[in-house]
Nanobody, 125 residues
Framework: QVQLVESGGGLVQAGGSLRLSCAAS????????MGWFRQAPGKEREFVAG????????????EYADSVKGRFAISRDNAKNEWYLQMNSLKPEDTAVYYC??????????????WGQGTRVTVSS
């Protein structure tokens, strides 16, 4: 059974940093696309970042939402079945529940099959 567990959320001041982690179990995820989404109060869940590779190319590539580009970085450790979201220069509008997700194949921004339970990030002004 696939299980994704996020950690690393919390309260941080604007301008600060947090690193979210997602630990996956149940299978090897080296061929999976891994992503991060978030849902702010009263808003729909939105794509934040994803990392994966196409069947043709062996190198991983990443995509980011425009709102976090240049501030957030996604990475993965296949040996540990983990992936991460480094969040820098945090803004109050980054406040949300963050979810990790996994899927086979692409695209990176949608179509995820597996989801974590979420971790809350609160950025104070």
């Amino acid at each position: 059974q696939v299980q994704l567990v996020e950690s690393g959320g919390g309260l941080v001041q604007a301008g600060g940093s947090l690193r979210l982690s997602c630990a996956a179990s149940g299978r090897a995820f080296s061929n999976y696309t891994m992503g991060w989404f978030r849902q702010a109060p009263g808003k729909e869940r939105e794509f934040v970042a994803g990392i994966g590779r196409t069947p043709i190319y062996t190198a991983y590539y990443a995509e980011y939402a425009d709102s976090v580009k240049g501030r957030f970085a996604i990475s993965r450790d296949n040996a540990k079945n983990e992936w991460y979201l480094q969040m820098n220069s945090l803004k109050p509008e980054d406040t949300a529940v963050y979810y990790c997700a996994a899927r086979l194949g692409t695209p990176l921004r949608s179509g995820y099959q597996y989801w974590g339970q979420g971790t809350r990030v609160t950025v104070s002004s």
